[in-house]
């Protein structure tokens, strides 16, 4: 296979496991209300070995869709402005989207009914 084939698919498939990981998540925990943030807590926790292994996949995807993106700016020109506007989005969305799921990740773990305190003086 040549290295467009193979960013081709890199590409196809980034996008089907990252966001298809989020709206199998959402499918899967029953489309809780995004206002309601005890009932995506519950929905998470309920099911967070689920909660786990979809999300973790989506990372994955994430990082290979940015990955095939910075394979098509290497191939193809990297003198071209919308790659470079490209590539100054991707990276921080990665970043961000990284740390979204390992909040929820961490939120499932937690589960419902616990309080979360940023420190140890209020139990």
């Known amino acids: 296979m040549t290295d467009r084939v193979t960013t081709g698919w890199i590409l196809i498939a980034a996008a089907i496991l990252g ?8 499918a899967l925990m029953g489309f809780p209300d995004s206002s309601d943030g ?3 807590i519950k929905a998470s926790s309920d099911n967070k070995d689920l909660t786990i292994i979809i999300f973790t996949v989506a990372s994955i995807g994430f990082a290979l869709m940015v990955m095939g993106f910075r394979a098509v700016a290497s191939n193809y020109g990297n003198d071209s402005v919308l790659l470079s506007i490209g ?7 990665l970043a ?14 937690a ?3 616990r309080l979360l305190t940023p420190c140890l003086l209020f139990p």
């Open 87 to 93: 590539k100054f989005m991707l990276i921080p969305g």
């Open 19 to 26: 966001f298809g990981g989020w709206i199998l998540w959402g």
């Open 96 to 109: 961000i989207s990284l740390v979204e799921s390992a909040s929820i990740i961490g939120i499932a773990q």
């Open 111 to 113: 589960g419902s009914g």
């Open 38 to 40: 005890d009932a995506i």
